[in-house]
């Protein structure tokens, strides 16, 4: 205080002149890397979003169905009172909604949800495994799509929507397939079995031309290698996303899965990327699910 007054200075002075020096003092040291440059900070949890969804028909209280919001489906419990068709309420968006692509969000990582020879889990009759066993390319493209590949099974990209041809360019590439085998089926020898059980050509029959063997064996073995080209990129995909290691073989798991048993392979695979408890499965539809179109959509509030 004595200080201060002999000086003509307002008390505390001094102190803000030392605490202003200190605050440049520390600017510096923070500049040259003696301090830590800032405080970091970790985002907080925030309340479930909600959305608004349309009632598809007037529904009583406790009815449930399903609904959509950016790919992401789950289940909506018809609040009390009913809804009339059409009205939109408010409904939590749970956190742990299924996608419709990208894979089962739910699914287990670091191992197979189940084992390669679990195709019989949902029945004899399930629409996966009559794919798998009657048209593995199809349930392939359904797995592809949820995964957002292309026909190639390539990545088709964040922004991309080429996944959602997926579907329609592998079907068309099987109808293309049988097509041309079944025309070129006329000019091929016939077969028979004699009573040993020896196969037995018709030798009074017209012999195919060289061109038709040509064409028959071409066909053949290029739509086995896309099959089985593609079947490996699919479920390599499936094991980079859910962190699966080889368990078998090696590096050549994908290669040797597909090649000795493709079909339990690409079935093992939709179980993986659907959960079936939960979503029925379909037989022609782009992901083996009920397309979008069945569900309601959701927007948020």
Same mark, same amino acid.
């Given at each position: 205080?004595?200080?201060?007054? *002999? ?86 968006? $749970?956190?742990?909604?299924? $996608? ?20 019989? *889990? ?23 799509? *949820? ?6 099974? *390539? ?147």
């Amino acid at each position: 205080k004595k200080l201060a007054d *002999r000086r003509k200075l307002p008390i505390g002075t001094k102190i803000l002149s030392a605490a202003h020096s200190w605050t440049q003092e520390k600017r510096r040291n923070m500049s040259a890397g003696k301090y830590d440059t800032m405080a970091t900070a970790a985002p907080v949890a925030t309340a479930t979003p909600l959305v608004e969804v349309q009632a598809p028909a007037t529904l009583s209280a406790g009815y449930t169905f399903d609904a959509s919001y950016e790919g992401r489906v789950f289940k909506v419990e018809v609040p009390p009172g009913g809804v009339k068709e059409g009205q939109r309420f408010a409904v939590s968006l $749970p956190p742990d909604a299924a $996608p419709l692509v990208g894979g089962d969000a739910r699914a287990p990582k670091y191992q197979w949800k189940d084992g390669m020879c679990d195709c019989f *889990r949902f029945g004899c009759f399930h629409p996966s495994l009559l794919n798998a066993c009657f048209c593995p390319q199809l349930l392939m493209a359904q797995v592809a799509t *949820r995964m957002k590949l292309d026909w190639l099974g *390539r990545s088709a990209g964040p922004e991309s929507e080429e996944y959602r041809n997926t579907f329609c360019k592998v079907a068309t590439l099987v109808v293309f397939y049988y097509l041309i085998r079944t025309a070129l089926a006329p000019f091929k020898p016939d077969v028979d079995f004699d009573e040993e059980g020896n196969v037995v050509e018709d030798e009074d029959g017209p012999d195919a031309p060289l061109w038709v063997q040509i064409v028959d064996n071409a066909v053949g073995t290029a739509f086995g290698l896309y099959t089985l080209i593609v079947m490996i990129k699919v479920r390599r995909s499936i094991r980079e996303k859910y962190s699966i290691q080889p368990q078998r073989c090696g590096a050549c798991e994908d290669c040797c899965a597909v090649f000795w048993c493709g079909c339990c392979t690409v079935a093992q695979m939709a179980r993986h990327t659907a959960d079936y408890n939960e979503r029925r499965a379909v037989c022609c539809s782009s992901t083996g699910l009920p397309d979008t179109p069945e569900l309601q959509p959701a927007m948020i509030v």
